[in-house]
């Protein structure tokens, strides 16, 4: 062994994982050497979930990023020959219409997202797999990129570091747990061990089920819980003996039942001449703390092992033996059967990046082995470059608030996903039961006294419409349709498309509480934003002004989405509250990089915003200002902002607005902010929800959402966002942004789309939620560009003022012309639609239809 070093460019702690050794490998690739990798257990790692995980690889998902990360894995390990690719099955039970819904819906979503799953009746199901029952089977999908890692993950991630060390540029000490992390002034320093202490610019911790305890170490939590997965083993099973084959039949998926089976191949292999067949417990998961799990001297089988009770799986192996009865014929092995630990997090994704608390700090945890080359090559990328070729929002360990990172929410929320691992279908728009009503806006009691509809965002609640508006229905339903597909009606209240109608028609407040807000001061705040920012910051003529902007990254690509208001002393971010403390920790980051001496801090839970807007606000707004004069058309410009009154209140009013109609933002302190909205509210307003604010009317208007229309994957050209001119000023991204200025064309622009026949088979009117892809009518093929991104709806509502579903969708060039004719799948159905405008084009532009006075 070699001598433990003292000093490392970068620490790997976890590095016998497959997700430590993917690290390891991917960093190297990118030119980086000196990396000491140490483990608390041998390498590769037996005792944790590498050792032993089933090493399935599934390519369907409704997520692109998973999508990406599992088709790169499965390239990875096929490449290095460690991959059986024999496809995969997931079948719907008869009688079970949901899940078969569920099937179309993954096709769906893997014509989006570029993989090969396709429907398959219940005949080709038994002739790829004879275990089954056919008459059990209504039908199902067949992925033929689906297979097994072989003979184990564990085994490449032994052959990845045995091909590090060779190379010199890694280190790695087995039995060599991390004692504590050295930390000085924020920034990482080290990693004690009982061999020593290694000082290091870098630290990733790979530890998978015991990150936590590490993370414990720089004073903040992760996100995640290890819960129990049953495994079961019956045999012998001798049909692939003399084969030499780690598996002979395709994967099995039997969602519906939360399990699935495969042969293990040949008796002579390491664990051949067995069915495997697995569980993920539905309605009791059984979570275990990281610091519950035993040591190795101290467990019976490995601390990621525990004894398995056969009542965890009586009722769903039962089932199982309908499925497939050879399950009843085999014995069963109990020695072989047991509990495995795997990671689960609070929101469905693992988390990756850097430390919120320490610089030089970094997480790669909650990765299943499908994803880990993949997840190990965007984080070698992201330490390298400061980017990755794909948005990478949905994993960053920056996204959390600090409340999502709180010991009980973390256990709650993970206890709810653990039951979502695998049965039930997880509709688009589905709010989590547990950790609510965390945050509340001043509005709250009185938005229950309306009967909102209430969802949450951030911790936000937020009434996405209000029962106390159901007589708008009346004057609005022969406009409204009602949503007779149980799926498309899941989560959504007819109610707010009334108040959408009423609003263009009138005037209705919005709560915007659930706005991030954060304060940038100090002697270079303007210097640190005018940097940040692609539109123009800084200049005296910009104070008392409100900037709708967006920042870009070094290849010039959109990285958020958000408005600055230059103030005298300070500059006020008002951002998404699903964007928030991404940008939060980006500024800061940035600053400290770049030696910018200024302060940020999170304001959000100080200030409280409402929205007004429509053709009658200028006049409400006027019954309760202090100055009615001051909201007059030569006083407020748009994009002004104004001092006002409202209830001895005072108020900061930004003339803005995301849903086309005229109007303001108001800003007000958390404890002024009751008073405000009752002054309003005893104007006659109507409350709006969400729902118009967020989807129908911005849709409507074209105007697009961060984290889901603007991505690192596009420019801001592409998006149709980008100012007339580029500002004199130096800025992140700008050198990219003036190339793609100087192209004839964008390889893709964000077009709006509209359906313009939603009727399917069944004579069903449809409104889409979710993903859908955007398909060429006379070949059925995915949009593609010449940069090789896919077409699909990145985000989709109906529109009660135009009468039709509205989608926004990036379409490569040659398809990018008003009137062209596309088609989209939803549910295994395609559907026509037609390009509505290309770039940034309302459908309905009160603006145009009003003066903005």
């Known amino acids: ?52 995980a089933s090493d399935f690889c599934y390519a369907t998902s409704h997520d692109f990023l998973s999508c990406w990360t599992t088709l790169y894995s499965i390239d990875f390990f096929e490449k290095r020959g460690r991959y059986a690719k024999v496809g995969g099955l997931e079948i719907a039970r008869v009688g079970d219409d949901a899940r078969m819904d569920e099937i179309k819906r993954k096709v769906a979503s893997a014509k989006a997202f570029g993989t090969r799953a396709r429907l398959v009746g219940p005949a080709e199901i038994k002739e790829r797999f004879p275990l089954i029952e056919e008459s059990v089977v209504q039908g199902g999908m067949w992925d033929p990129d689906a297979g097994l890692v072989t003979p184990r993950s564990q085994t490449v991630a032994g052959e990845l570091v045995d091909e590090a060390v060779a190379s010199g540029k890694l ?4 039995n060599t747990p991390a004692q504590d992390l050295v930390i000085e002034n924020g920034r990482i320093k080290g990693v004690k061990t009982h061999r020593g202490t290694i000082t290091a610019d870098y630290v990733v911790v790979c530890a998978g089920l015991w990150g936590r305890l590490i993370a414990e170490m720089a004073g903040e939590d992760l996100p995640v819980m290890p819960v129990d997965h049953p495994l079961t083993f019956f045999g012998p099973y001798t049909e692939f003996e003399g084969t030499g084959k780690d598996i002979g039949w395709p994967l099995l998926r039997d969602q519906g039942n939360s399990a699935y089976m495969r042969d293990t191949g040949d008796p002579k292999t390491p664990e051949g001449g067995q069915i495997e067949w697995g569980y993920y417990e539905e309605t009791n998961p059984r979570l275990c703390h990281p610091r519950d799990i035993l040591e190795k001297d101290q467990a019976r089988l490995s601390p990621s092992q525990r004894d398995l009770e056969m009542e965890q799986v009586i009722e769903p192996l039962e089932r199982a033996m309908e499925l497939t009865p050879i399950l009843a014929e085999l014995g ?99 709010p989590f039961s547990k950790g609510r009503d965390v945050r509340r806006s001043p509005f709250w009691e009185r938005e229950k006294e309306l009967g909102g509809y209430f969802m949450e965002l951030g911790g936000w609640e937020r009434a996405h419409g209000y029962a106390a508006n159901e007589h708008l229905l009346e004057k609005y339903g022969d406009r409204i349709p009602v949503r007779e597909n149980e799926w498309d009606n899941r989560h ?54 409100g900037i709708y902007t967006h920042f870009l990254d070094d290849e010039g690509m959109v990285r958020a989405d958000l408005t600055v208001i230059r103030m005298a002393d300070r500059c006020r971010v008002i951002d998404g509250a699903d964007a928030g403390p991404r940008d939060f920790h980006y500024m800061r980051r940035v600053a400290e990089d770049r030696g910018f001496d200024v302060t940020i801090t999170d304001v959000t839970e100080k200030y409280v915003t409402i929205g007004i807007w429509g053709p009658n606000a200028r006049a409400i707004l006027k019954k309760v200002v202090e100055k009615p004069a001051g909201l007059d058309p030569e006083n407020f410009p748009f994009a002004a902002i104004r001092p006002i009154r409202i209830a001895g209140k005072d108020v900061t009013a930004f003339r803005i607005s995301y849903v086309g109609e005229q109007g303001w933002e108001l800003h007000m302190a958390y404890e002024d902010g009751l008073a405000v909205w009752d002054a309003l509210r005893e104007t006659g307003v109507m409350a709006v929800g969400i729902e118009t604010y967020a989807n129908s009317r911005r849709l409507e208007k074209s105007l697009r959402l961060q984290n889901a229309d603007l991505l690192t994957e596009y420019n801001l050209y592409e998006a149709d966002l980008a100012r007339p001119k580029v500002k004199e000023a130096d800025f992140r991204g700008k050198a990219k942004h003036l190339e793609y200025r100087a192209r004839d ?7 709006t789309l509209v ?9 069903v009117a449809r ?87």
Not at 348 to 374: F, M, N, T
Not at 515 to 535: K, N, S, T
Not at 745 to 751: E, R
Not at 812 to 819: K, L, M, S, V
């Open 755 to 763: 359906m313009t026949d939603n009727v399917d088979s069944q004579g």
């Open 492 to 545: 959504f209240w007819r109610v707010s498309n009334a108040e959408h109608l009423a609003m263009s028609e009138d005037c209705g407040i919005v709560n915007l509480s659930h706005f991030a807000i954060y304060d940038v001061e100090g002697p270079d705040h303007v210097a640190l934003m005018e940097w940040l920012c692609a539109a123009k910051i800084g200049g005296d003529n910009m104070i008392g002004k």
């Open 1 to 52: 062994m070699a001598q433990f070093p003292e000093r490392a460019k970068v620490v790997i702690i976890g590095v016998g994982g497959i997700v430590g050794a993917s690290v390891a490998h991917h960093l190297i690739e990118r030119g980086w050497d000196d990396i000491v990798g140490i483990d608390k257990s041998a390498i590769p790692t037996d005792i944790g979930s590498t050792s032993h």
């Open 332 to 430: 069963y092995n109990e020695s072989h059967s047991f509990n495995g630990l795997l990671q689960v997090t609070t929101d469905g994704g693992p988390s990756i990046g850097e430390s919120q608390k320490v610089r030089g700090l970094w997480y790669a945890v909650a990765i299943w082995v499908k994803d880990a080359p993949g997840m190990g090559k965007l984080i070698a990328d992201w330490m390298t470059d400061g980017r990755t070729q794909i948005d990478h929002h949905a994993i960053d360990y920056s996204r959390f608030y600090p409340h999502q990172t709180g010991e009980q929410f973390i256990w709650d929320r993970c206890t709810e996903t653990a039951m979502k691992i695998y049965n039930p279908a997880v509709h688009p728009r589905e």
């Open 171 to 174: 280190k790695a000490f087995a």
């Open 745 to 751: 064309h964008q390889p893709a622009m964000l077009c």
């Open 767 to 853: 409104y889409p939620v979710g993903t859908m892809p955007v398909m060429d009518p006379e070949t059925g093929e995915t949009l593609k560009d010449e940069l090789g991104r896919l077409s699909y709806t990145t985000s989709v509502a109906y529109g009660p003022t135009i009468g039709r579903n509205i989608a926004l969708a990036y379409l490569p060039w040659a398809y990018c012309q008003e009137g062209r004719k596309l088609t989209v799948e939803y549910f295994g159905e395609t559907f026509p639609v037609e390009v509505a405008a290309v770039g940034y084009k309302p459908l309905y532009d009160p603006d145009n239809l009003k003066p903005r006075s």
